[in-house]
Structure formats: C-alpha cells, structure tokens
C-alpha cells in the first residue's frame, strides 16, 4: 500500500498536470501511446524528487522540461528508429486532430517547431521561459516560431484557406 502522502501527491499531479502534459508528448511525439508512456514517466519521476519546489509555477515548468526531454530522449532511442508503432494499425486514439484543419498541419511539422508552438500557444508559456525549457536561446524560440508560422500559413492558403495574415 502507498504512503498516504505519496498517494495525496499522485492524486494531485494527475489532475492538475495529465492533461497539460499528455498533449505536450503528444504534441512532439505524433503517438497518443507514447505519449501516453511519457505522461506515465514524468509523473512518477515527480513522485520520486526528492527536492520542494517553490511554487506551483516552478513545478509545473519542472514537470515541462522532464516531459519534452523525455519525449527526446524517446524520439533518439534506438528502439523508436528501429520499429513500426502498433498506431499504424490499431484503432484511432481517442483525440485526433481534425482532417484538413490546423492541429493536423502542426502535428505534421517536425518536433522542433511543434514543441515551441504547444509551449507558447497551448501552454501560455512565453518565449523567454521557453527558452529556458527547451535550453535554447530566446532568439532561437522566435526563429522557431516564426519559421513554423510561416510553414502553417502555406500549407493553409494551399488548402485553400484563403489569403492568411500574419
């Protein structure tokens, strides 16, 4: 049986922080049962640290930066490169993006630019903490997201979204 603690703990990291995180590593991985495997394994490393945070913010921007370089370290295993996931044949998981919309058109961008675009338009993160997630310099989150913002908007208009702005 777990610790009373521990098990207050899980209770509250589930609900404050599965669904954020869950479409972070889904949002990087383009797997719902990686991503799924990812959510699983940043909990639990929470679980075990051993240090305090200094406030739910500092937390959660812990839990972030475990979760993408999880989903790294994922991306580069030799397992990953070496197999075909089970999604190619199994059933649709439970959120998919919308065909033709535009999560489909970020999902199909390459992680890079994916990561910073969850981070700043899903998360609320601006590009200076993600940059501080990510351990890269501001100038090259705006580069990312400027490159990606570009990306998105051709494939839009060539979808026939019609002339975008921006």
Same mark, same amino acid.
């Given at each position: 049986m777990a610790e009373p603690d521990k098990e207050a703990l899980a209770e509250r990291l589930v609900e404050l922080y599965s669904d954020k995180l869950l479409r972070l590593a889904y949002s990087i991985l383009n797997s719902v049962p990686d991503a799924q495997d990812v959510c699983?394994?940043?909990?639990?490393? +929470?679980?075990?640290?051993?240090?305090?945070?200094?406030?739910?913010?500092?937390?959660?921007?812990?839990?972030v930066r475990v979760a993408v370089n999880t989903c790294k370290n994922l991306r580069r295993s030799p397992w990953r490169t070496r197999t075909v996931g089970l999604e190619q044949v199994a059933e649709p998981a439970a959120f998919q993006p919308e065909e033709g919309g535009v999560l489909e058109e970020v999902q199909k961008l390459p992680a890079k630019y994916r990561e910073v675009l969850v981070?700043? #338009?899903?998360?609320? #993160?601006?590009?200076?903490?993600?940059?501080?997630?990510?351990?890269? +310099?501001?100038?090259?989150?705006?580069?990312?997201?400027?490159?990606?913002?570009?990306?998105?908007?051709?494939?839009?208009?060539?979808?026939? #979204?019609?002339?975008?702005?921006?």
């Open positions: 699983q394994e940043v909990l639990l490393k +929470r679980l075990e640290h051993p240090g305090v945070f200094e406030s739910p913010e500092h937390e959660a921007a812990w839990l981070l700043y #338009y899903y998360l609320g #993160y601006d590009t200076g903490e993600i940059a501080a997630l990510l351990n890269i +310099r501001p100038e090259a989150v705006r580069a990312r997201m400027s490159r990606a913002r570009r990306h998105l908007k051709a494939e839009l208009e060539g979808q026939g #979204y019609g002339r975008l702005s921006g």
